[in-house]
């Protein structure tokens, strides 16, 4: 224990001291952290929905990275086979340098974190959870780094390695590029990759159910977790001079990645290719608390003349609609600091602005539909407008072409629907209250096609035009 | 006390490749025994085998007492090694290095007395990659000595150092036979052997060819002497060669090498045959043989008898 204690530390302070290393493993998840807190500056509050993404960046960059650079640029120098002459099993330098990397990643994690809680995030709310699931996320990827130092033969090769697993876990598994963003068939393929399930694990103890949300996903990472740190124990190699290609034993790759097949085939089989939407999204701390408790989130349209839950049987309906309360002093009240309408967020087209050819037959569509589609026209009327909201807020997160066109058409209906009064006050409310309600976000009935996977990226889209329609009708922007 | 190495009929092969081929030697306690032969000739792979690197295919090694193919742990616990091509992180300092590999033994040496007695007290907190050719191969050495090592491998220990490095780990070598450390010393530098060791084998293509104290391999072969002459015309080598007792001629312009059997006889019929050529000598020198000549004899008469040797790619080529 004294050595495996003694080589824990010195790889510790080895790694302190190499300013390459420090770059890569602090600096650029840091630069990853700002590039979203900027990219999503709107987002109140900001960062908490994008945590699972950027710490699984930081993992696997310290992973899939770091750890197989520091193992093949020792093992070329023959630090590996001086260790090789002691008298201590090489598992136990081999555990010591998985346990030092650990420690690497955990420590950029909390860095990430406590620039992230700096820049105004609130703290998570499943932090034992957290760790736990971040535990699982490193695991997970230190077995893939051992496979990369198993495969390469040489530190160049390492970095190859690591880009033919990074970018595509990037772009099309789900850590980087919202998944619900991609086609169907990359979300298939997402299902495959390890990437996904890092994210939907440490982005429930964000905005989840913690651990009880993150069961397939811990199952999912352990599993690949120890397949990889079994491959890349067996096919460890301590000297420069034993290639890959001329090393036996090469079948030991085979559980590595049957881990990640068996892992995409039970996500098939559990149908858990589709985005997962969390039943229970906890509202920001930030945000007011709700007035009515229906946290509840649906996929599709909640049918009108559903039958009406037992638990909505035990709350009394209120005796007056609950946005006739709000005064002209809460609409001025409003933060309308909101993003441009030409931007990529909650974008919105002017009166005068025309779709393209290929967009005009969804937003005919939606204008011949949307006084009949039944979550806008049945029900109370602040469903009805936060129903509404979703049209042009759902299109919006998934940044389809059609974003921008749908806005104007919502807000022309609602207009044309409410007295201004009225609606001024419904919007004013849905924007003071933007967590209550359930969150539609699935507007195919009304010919556009897909689904948001994010539901609070959907109501915070919802809040943005509530705004937007706020400002028009009180001339704060005018028309 | 019973040898310190034993080793009997040692057999390695790489592929198709019989990189040691029926190897036996022993060293005894307090020796300082060189193990010589030219590139690829399998005295790594001798040594890897008993410090527990390879795998032997056959053969039996004991190394202080231990067999080393059925306890290699236990035979590490009383062995130190200075590798050929050590290197270590290049952030890491000697004293760490040392404390680090130190912590591997039951039985360590503080780093502070090691950092005395290898003359690194200068560099004992500076970074590997801040350290002279020397300096590194010191500390290389110095690590082997971490666990009080009963026996010392040092394999081409001066390979890429300057004149002065070398003088300096011929010094530390020295001291250590002083202080009564059995060594098993690799080097293709044949007169730090002849210098060095009390015992050497010489190993070519897989096999023990010579072996014996330096003085006793040299006076084996003292039949043998090197000559070289400068004339006032460049030789015709080939009826230089023809000169009873002559062998192995270099001729390079007006510079002949060779060496002779028979001294006397050589050097009459070279100063008839020079006679008749009308060519002056212009230097003459005879010379007794170095261990450096038995090796060339030996490896060349290997050679001769017609062995396929193996390639110097194949031992480096070390799978597994």
Redesign the interface.
Known sequence: MTALRTHLGISLRLHFRNKMALIYGYLFPLIFLVAFYVLYRFEKPPLLRHMGELLTVAVLGGACFGLPTTLVSERERGVWRRYRLSPVPTWQFVASTMLARYVIILSAGLLQLGAALALGMTFPPHPVSLFVGFTFVAFAFIGLGLVIATLADNVPAVQALGQCIFLPMLIIGGVAVSLASLPLWAQHVSAFFPGRYAVEGLQACFTGRGFAGMHFSLLALGLIGVAGCLAGAKLFRWDAQQRFAARTGKLWLLPAFAAWIAVGLLAEWRGRIAIPVDKEIVAPATAPAPVTPTPIIASTPPPVTAPIPPARLLTPPPPDPVWMKITPQDTAGLDYHVPPDQGNVSPFAAIDEDPEDFMKEQVTSVRNKIATWPPGAEGDDLRCVRNLLYVAAVPDAIQMPVERYLPRVVYEHLISTYPKEKLTKILTYIALHPEEGMVVDDISDLGVEGTAGDPLVVRERAYLYAIKFIARLTGRVPE | MPAHVVVRDLRKSYGEVEAVRGVSFKIEPGEIFGLLGPNGAGKTTTVECL???REPDSGELEVCGVDARRNP??V??KIG?A?Q????????TPR?AL???G???RDRVAPEVLIERFALTEKADA?FDTLSGGQRQRLAIA?AFVNRPQLVFLDEPTTGLDPQARRELHAAIARMKADGYTVLFTTHYLDEAEHLCDRVAIIDRGRIVAEGRPRELIAQSSAVQSVTLVTSRPLDGAKLAALPGVSAVVAEGTESRFQTSHATATLGALTAWLGELRTEVVELRVKKASLEDVFLKLTREESRAGFSPPSNEAE?????
């Open positions: 410090v527990g690197l742990r236990e590490k616990q090694v590798l091509t050590t290197s270590l992180q290049d952030k890491i760490e404390r680090l590999f912590s591997f033994y970074c690590l480096d080529q070390k799978a597994g």
